[in-house]
C-alpha cells in the first residue's frame, strides 16, 4: 500500500494500524465506550470481545495510580444516630 510504503511502515495493513490505535486508546486510559464509538463497533460487547484483555492491563494500571490521587474526607450527608435513648440522660 501506498500510504504505509510512504510512513515507512511498508508491509504494514489498514487492519494493523486500526488495532494499534484500539491498543493505544486502551493503554491512555480510554474507556470501552469510547473505544467502541471510535472503532465503529455495533457494541461495547463486541469491542470487549477483540479487546477485554489490554482493558484489563489498563484497568490495574489507573489502580496502581490512585494513590496520587489527593485524598479528603467525603462530606456527610446525614449525621449519626445519636446513642443516647429518649427520656435518659449522661
Given at each position: 500500500?501506498?500510504?504505509t510504503r510512504r510512513a515507512?511502515?511498508?508491509g504494514t495493513t489498514i487492519?494493523?494500524?486500526r488495532h494499534t490505535a484500539a491498543s493505544l486508546l486502551i493503554a491512555a486510559g480510554a474507556d470501552v465506550k469510547a473505544v467502541?464509538?471510535?472503532?465503529?463497533?455495533s457494541t461495547a460487547t463486541m469491542t470487549m470481545?477483540?479487546?477485554?484483555?489490554?482493558f484489563s492491563e489498563?484497568?490495574?494500571q489507573a489502580m496502581e495510580r490512585l494513590s496520587a490521587i489527593p485524598l479528603?474526607?467525603?462530606?456527610?450527608?446525614?449525621?449519626?444516630?445519636?446513642?443516647?435513648?429518649?427520656?435518659?440522660?449522661?
Open positions: 500500500m501506498e500510504a515507512g511502515v511498508e487492519h494493523d494500524l467502541q464509538v471510535i472503532l465503529g463497533h470481545d477483540l479487546y477485554g484483555h489490554l489498563a484497568t490495574w479528603m474526607e467525603a462530606p456527610r450527608a446525614i449525621e449519626p444516630p445519636s446513642t443516647q435513648f429518649p427520656g435518659t440522660s449522661d
